[in-house]
């Protein structure tokens, strides 16, 4: 195909061209109606674009024009059979999935520390979920892998199940073994499913020196389907992702039904347009995107491991626990310095103004993209550099609050009811400090990262209590219960 079209974005050129007289919905007309308090600040320009299925636009539910050959590009950028265009970010993605891979009571893998739009998922489909425990590594605490053993042992202890779910890579760059569980799930009759959220760009600079070593991207290693974050590191606007379906096993009717079912019916035609310009570039210009992020991040990988007290992981923690590493991912540990990552980043941001994404008890985490800077970099290692040597490199006592993560030594909560039942069971608001014991009613999710520690239909242990009250005493940020406080929480009725 000719990657050097864009036709959803020549069409909407087009369109706003000949502005027509405009009757329809949105009701702002191109940017005649959009508060001069915001256009203040961005200009008009982009607001003409915010058009919905006029004219010659195509529509993305039933696409049959420029939205369909759009995605027919991407899905020869990514090696696909198919892609589909998100407008509800890979959340939806991970939830259409789930909804086309398995129905009411039908078992599927799940890893512990999935995103918790699988748990969504699972809600609107009503399976049950079979956790797999990631690897743990013992030198820097970090989750690790899902091994193919593992998926063999689910699956001699659950052969009913349907398929497996993986996040591939993490948050902090950990990436599985997806060719071996990829075989390992088609002897068994299922799918495999990958949340590559973080990882669009490992199709990318396969043959340029010094790259070869990024783990490749879920499809070219046999996942049945994935869904990819755009925005996230390849250059879309927030909440556009693409779904991808790699194999002749994907029901790809049922999977568009269900991408009705969580999509809008008004999908944005600014966020579709960010994904054709996005592809784009990427089909042009991806390999030199890559090597550029790669630089910088080796580059910074380098220099902050020089720094006293300060660590930036790299290829040398790959082993039992981690098979792969996103090496474009940094993830940094003060921890000699006795400085917890909550704290680190904060003095990243409110001391050297160097936002990250992630932090944990243990790290920070920061995402080096083909649009940062050496200038960048050099800001954040300069940070790094004066935070070490107001410790003169050495460990501060006492100050770490936490000092294992807490999914170190994780075990599962007892699984009382299926996480749909269990979202329509009746409730009742009690006291926090009176949960231990029972049944939740509601998550508890650390945010970032999004790893539920328990889910609704799970007994709350001591363990998990204690995690959640020290958290919670912090005034640290998790999602889930109703009560942002959590002085209360929602349990079930038993
Ligand atoms: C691993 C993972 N999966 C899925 C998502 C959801 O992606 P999106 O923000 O595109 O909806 C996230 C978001 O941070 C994530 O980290």
Not at 4 to 32: C, Q, S
Not at 186 to 202: N, T
Not at 292 to 304: G, V
Not at 325 to 331: E, F, G, P, S, Y
Request: hydrophobic fraction near 35%.
């Amino acid at each position: 195909m000719d990657q050097n079209r864009t036709p959803l974005l020549d069409a909407i050129v087009e369109y706003t061209e000949k502005r027509p007289a405009y009757f329809k919905i949105p009701g702002h007309r191109y940017e005649r109606g959009i508060s001069p308090r915001w256009t203040k600040w961005t200009g008009e320009g982009i607001f003409r674009f915010d058009l919905t299925e006029a004219e010659g636009l195509d529509d993305l539910h039933c696409p049959e024009g420029v939205i369909r050959e759009a995605q027919e590009l991407a899905a020869e950028v990514f090696c696909a059979k198919k892609t589909y265009f998100l407008v509800n970010g890979t959340t939806c993605g991970n939830e259409a999935m789930v909804m086309s891979c398995v129905g009411d009571g039908e078992e599927i893998m799940v890893p512990r520390n999935a995103h918790k739009s699988v748990l969504m998922g699972l809600i609107l489909c009503g399976a049950k979920p079979v956790y797999l425990m990631p690897q743990i590594d013992e030198k820097t605490g970090l989750c690790g892998c899902i091994t193919p053993q593992e998926v063999e042992r689910g699956f001699k202890e659950h052969p009913g199940c349907k398929g497996v779910f993986l996040v591939n890579p993490t948050y902090y760059g950990v990436c599985s073994d997806i060719e071996s569980i990829s075989r390992v799930c088609h002897e068994h009759g299922a799918l495999l499913l990958v949340d590559e959220a973080h990882g669009g760009h490992l199709y990318f600079n396969r043959e340029k020196k010094g790259t070869g070593e990024l783990p490749r991207g879920a499809i070219l290693q046999g996942a049945d389907m994935c869904a990819q974050s755009m925005h996230k590191v390849t250059g879309s606007l927030t909440q556009s992702s693409l779904l991808h379906v790699g194999s002749e096993q994907v029901d790809t009717g049922r999977l568009e039904s269900n991408l009705h079912l969580v999509q809008s019916t008004s999908p944005s035609y600014l966020l579709m347009t960010s994904l054709d310009a996005a592809r784009y570039e990427l089909a042009l210009h991806g390999d030199d995107m890559l090597a550029h992020t790669l630089e910088l991040s080796q580059n910074a990988r380098e220099r902050i491991n020089q720094i006293p007290g300060i660590k930036c992981y790299g290829r040398e923690i790959i082993g039992q626990a981690v098979f792969d590493l996103d090496t474009t991912r940094l993830v940094i540990s003060a921890d000699s310095l006795g400085i917890s990552g909550f704290d680190l980043a904060d003095r990243l941001y409110e001391e050297f103004g160097v936002g990250l994404e992630l932090s944990d008890e243990k790290h920070v985490v920061a995402i080096v993209t083909y649009a940062n800077t050496m200038e960048d970099v050099d800001r954040l290692v300069t940070a790094l550099e004066g935070i070490s040597s107001d410790l003169n490199g050495r460990k501060r006592e006492g100050n770490a609050q936490f000092s294992k993560p807490v999914l170190w030594d994780f075990s599962l909560p007892e699984y009382v009811l299926s996480p749909r039942t269990a979202y329509f069971s009746k409730k009742k608001k009690i006291k926090w400090e009176d949960a231990e014991g029972k049944i939740a009613g509601e998550a508890l999710i650390p945010y970032p990262p999004g790893i539920p520690l328990i889910n609704p239909g799970e007994r709350i242990n001591r363990q998990v209590w204690s995690y959640m009250e020290r958290y919670r005493k912090m005034g640290l940020h998790f999602h889930g219960p109703e009560d942002k406080l959590l002085e209360t929480i929602h349990i079930i009725e038993e």
